[in-house]
C-alpha cells in the first residue's frame, strides 16, 4: 500500500470485528490484530412494554436478524421470515396453498392444551400477522420462557413474538422499492399408471375374483398406441397441475421528516397464482408511521394499517361433493381412471365418469372468494412528567370484514350429462377489536446500579358477528345475487359474540454495574371466557442473571468472549378457550311433534364447565 506522507492513518476493519486506526509513520511493516467486536450484547432488543439492551437481559429472548433475512431471500409471510433463524422456534407450513399457507409456530413445543400459537404484538398490540408486509419489519423478538413472557399473563402459555414495524428517521427523504418474481413447480409427483397398463391390472384383478376381463386385447392395443382421441390415457395430475404457478411481490416506501416530525409509509403488493387453476392469493398493504415532538416532553404518534386479501379456490360440482375444498379434487385424481376422457372430440367437456370432472368445474367457476379487507388503527402519547418518569397510553381499533362467496355453476357435459342445480352461498363476518393500555414507567441510575420500574393496566374487547345466507337453483350462471335464487333449500343464519380481557401488570429491574441482574413481573388478568370466581388470576414472575465474563477475574481470559447464568421462574395463563364454556349452551330449531303438528324447540346442546 502506497501513502502520500508519514504521517498517513490506516483504518482497517472487518465485519464482526472492532476497526482500528494505525499511524503509517516510518513503518513499513504493520502486525494488526483485531479484537471481536460484541456488538450483539450492546444490541437493543424488544421486551414486553420496553426495550433491554442483549447483555442485561435475565430472562430468554431471541431476535431475528432482518437484514441478513431480507436480503437472502424472497418472503411472503411474516412466519417465513423466522424460519432456521431462532433456536427452540418451530415453524411447520401445512399447505401450499397460496394466500393460507398455514404457518404452525411452536416456541419450546407444545405448550398448552388446544390452541398452541404465540401471543403476537405487532406495535404495542395483539393482532395478527398474516397481512404484514415482511419488509416493513423493523425487528423481531420472542420471549420463550415464563420470565420473559409472564408479563403478558393469560396470553403468554405458548410464547410471545413481538413485531416492530419501521419508523421514519429525520433527514433527506428516502425512497425504497423491493421486487421479486418466482416461478414455482411441484415436486415429488406420483407417477400413474397409463390406460394400457392400468387395463391389463384392471382385467388382471377381474380374473383374481373369477371375473370376465374388461378390457379386450385389441382395446389395451388402441391405448397402447395412443393415437386414437376414442382411447385416451389422460393424466389426471397432470391435468390438476396446469395452473400458471407463478408469483411476484412490489414494495415501496417513503421515510423521512425533520426533529419534529418524522413519517414512514410503505405500500405492498403480492400476487401468488398456484400450480392448480383458480387457487390464486392477491395481497395489498398500506402502512403508515407518524412521529411528533410537541416539546421536549410530550409527543405523540400514529399507526395506520390497511390490508386488503383476495383468495380463491375452486369447488368441487354436486356429483361428488358439492363445495368441497381442494381435497376432494386430490381424491379425484386417485380415482379417476387413466381410460376416461377429458374432452370429446368436439371439444366440449367429458362427463362420462360418475363422479365428474374436475377440470369441468374449474373452468364453468365453481370458485369459493373470499376478500378480507382489514384496518388497524392506532394512536399513542407520551409525556415527561419528571426526569425517568415517563407516563405513555395508546388507544388502538383493529377492524376486519370478511366476505367469503362459495358459487357453484350448472352446465352441461358433451355428453349430455348435466353438473347441478347451481347454487351460491354468501358469509359476512365482522370483528371489532378495541385495545387500550396506559404505561407509567420509570428508570434511573444511582452510580452503579441501574433502577427500572413499569406500572401500567390495560383493556381489550373483541365483538365477532357472522351472517349466512345459502340458495340453491339459480336461472342463470350470472346471475349470483342471493335473491335470484330459489326459496327450495333456503337456509340462513348468524349470531354474535364478545369477549373482554382486563389487565394490571407491574414490573422492576434492577442492575449493578451490568454484573448482576434481577427481575420481578406481577400481571393479573380478568377474562370473561371464564365463570364469575374463576376469571381473575396471577401471573408472577422472577429472573437473575450474573454475567461472569464482566468480572475482573476474567479480564485476562481471552479465549472466553461472553458468559453468563440465569436462572427463572414464572406462571404463565392460556384464555384461548371457546366462549360461554362455563354456561349452559342453549340451541334453537330442535323441533319435536307431541302427537301432532311439529312444536318450535330449544334444547342444552353442551354441558357447561364452571372451572
Known sequence: ISVPDQDAILEISIVGYVAQEVRVGSLTRLNIKLEIANTALNEVVVVGY??????????????????DVTSSRPLNNVASVMEGQVSGVF?????????????????RGQGSMGDSQPLVIIDGMESAMDNVNPLDIESISILKDAASASIYGTRAANGVILITTKRG?????????????????????????????YARLHNEARKNVGLTPTFSDDVIAKYEAGNDPNYPSTDWMDVLYSGPAYSHNHSLGFSGGSEKTRYNLSLGYNQEKGIIKEVDADLLTMRLNLDNK????ISFGVNTALSRAVNTIPLTGPELTRGGDL?????????????????????????????????????????????????VNTLFGEIQLLEGLSWRNRASVDYTFTEITNHISQFTYGGGQVSGPSSNQEDINRNLI?????????????????????????????????????????????????NAGSTDGLRNGGYQIKSTLGSYFTRINY??????????????????????????????????????????????????????????WGILGNHRIADFMFMQKIALGQNYTFGGPVAVGAAQIAANNLD
Do not use: C
Open 50 to 67: 420496553g426495550t433491554s439492551s442483549k447483555a442485561n437481559l435475565s430472562g430468554s429472548v431471541s431476535t431475528v436478524n432482518m437484514g
Open 91 to 107: 415453524i411447520h407450513q401445512n399447505s401450499a396453498q397460496p394466500g393460507a399457507e398455514g404457518m404452525n409456530i411452536l416456541i
Open 169 to 197: 428517521k429525520s433527514g433527506i427523504p428516502q425512497i425504497r422499492y423491493n421486487t421479486y418474481v418466482s416461478k414455482q413447480k411441484p415436486t415429488a409427483v406420483p407417477d400413474f399408471l397409463g390406460s394400457a397398463d
Open 294 to 297: 410537541v416539546s421536549d416532553r
Open 327 to 375: 381435497q376432494q379434487f386430490y381424491n379425484s385424481v386417485t380415482h379417476i381412471p387413466p381410460t376416461q376422457k377429458l374432452k370429446l372430440e368436439d371439444g366440449s367437456w367429458s362427463g362420462e365418469y360418475p363422479l365428474g370432472n374436475f377440470a369441468a368445474w374449474i373452468a364453468n367457476g365453481n370458485l369459493r372468494k373470499t376478500i378480507e379487507n382489514k384496518l
Open 434 to 482: 378495541l385495545d387500550m393500555e396506559s404505561l407509567l414507567t420509570y428508570a434511573r441510575q444511582f452510580g452503579g446500579h441501574r433502577v427500572k420500574a413499569l406500572v401500567g393496566t390495560s383493556g381489550r374487547s373483541e365483538t365477532f358477528s357472522t351472517t349466512m345466507a345459502y340458495r340453491l337453483g339459480f336461472p342463470s350462471n350470472d346471475l349470483t345475487s342471493i
Open 511 to 568: 442492575d449493578f454495574n451490568g454484573k448482576y441482574l434481577f427481575e420481578a413481573n406481577l400481571r393479573r388478568d380478568g377474562s370473561s371466557k371464564f365463570a364469575d370466581g374463576q376469571r381473575w388470576g396471577w401471573f408472577p414472575s422472577f429472573s437473575a442473571a450474573w454475567n461472569i465474563t464482566s468480572e475482573k477475574f476474567l479480564d485476562d481470559v481471552s479465549w472466553l468472549d461472553f458468559l453468563k447464568l440465569r436462572a427463572s
